[in-house]
């Protein structure tokens, strides 16, 4: 039997949010695998919003992959697999952060503990049972890669349009704190996302393949730097424009798309739907993104 799939499970940043399919790192993948004699086609399952959902389903359907919905969640989108797992070859695999809450990231009142306990929960607990699934319904895929965050904002993003990524994910600044003392600390509560979202991602994969005798999981750890996050000297990721319109290069489908899945009177999910490409790779972050997944696939 030809293994002849790359199937994608993951969130927005699998999915590949704002970017034409051209550009996502799953069609680079596929593409460089293809050039070193592995021809594959993508099946793409991962879309914005989803969760891992090993506590549980949601009720929410999935709509176009660009909206933000919880579900399928990662659970649900292994589960539902409908095509013969026997001949995938590649899996690329991402998750957590939709569970802990990106406005939980951004907010300045979430406390480095609380932040901390969650990561750990999702980053790794969650993971590391999904892949076990994964690896039980993919016996045949040669590589299964987890797919790593990234700062969304670091030290080096400029302070005047940080407002601009917390309005847009609906965090308010509480008026009776100073504004540098929120920059600070929300900076701070990102660069512990990524640190420690990317300790636990790799805990997860080695737990897992420790405890399903694999060597099969690998993590892709893509090189980003504090010069790489939203609004920074050198940004991977898309930020807004001084007018707040998005920078991405499906920003007008996916307000079609917004008008159409999302009641016109809840403004607040809709405006923020528009804007839903902030803080996700852009062409060079998924370039950086799909060299990180080949090298880790060594195939």
């Known amino acids: 039997m030809t293994l002849s799939r790359l199937v994608v499970f993951g969130d927005s940043v699998n999915w590949g949010q704002g970017l034409r399919t051209s550009h996502k790192f799953s069609t680079l993948v596929r593409d460089s695998l293809t050039a070193r004699g592995l021809a594959l086609t993508v099946q793409m399952l991962a879309h914005s919003g989803a969760t891992i959902g090993v506590r549980g389903p949601t009720a929410v359907a999935r709509i176009d992959g660009e909206v933000p919905v919880s579900s399928p969640t990662l659970v649900e989108q292994v589960a539902r697999y409908a095509d013969d797992p026997d001949e995938t070859a590649v899996i690329i695999l991402n998750g957590g952060i ?161 008008d159409l899945n999302i009641d016109p009177f809840d403004v607040f999910a809709r405006e923020g739907c528009y804007r839903a490409s902030a803080g996700h790779p852009n062409v060079r972050g998924a370039a950086a993104y799909a060299q990180a997944i080949v090298a880790a696939a060594a195939i």
């Open 98 to 258: 939709n569970d802990i809450d990106i406005r939980v990231i951004l907010n300045p009142l979430t406390t480095q503990a609380d932040l901390r306990h969650e990561i750990e929960q999702f980053c790794y607990e969650d993971m590391q049972t999904v892949l076990l699934q994964v690896l039980a319904k993919f016996p045949r895929a040669d590589r299964i890669i987890v797919t790593s965050y990234y700062p969304i904002l670091s030290p080096d993003s400029r302070p005047l349009r940080v407002p601009f990524l917390l309005q847009t994910y609906g965090v308010g600044v509480p008026f009776f704190v100073d504004s540098q003392a929120v920059l600070t600390k929300t900076v701070a509560l990102c660069m512990q996302f990524w640190t420690e979202s990317s300790l636990h991602l790799q805990r997860a994969v080695m737990a897992c393949n420790a405890a399903a005798g694999e060597t099969r999981v690998r993590y892709a750890a893509v090189p980003f730097t504090a010069g790489n996050a939203v609004f920074a000297s050198d940004p991977w990721l898309f930020g807004l424009n001084g007018d707040f319109s998005p920078q991405d290069e499906v920003a007008l489908d996916r307000r079609a798309a917004c």
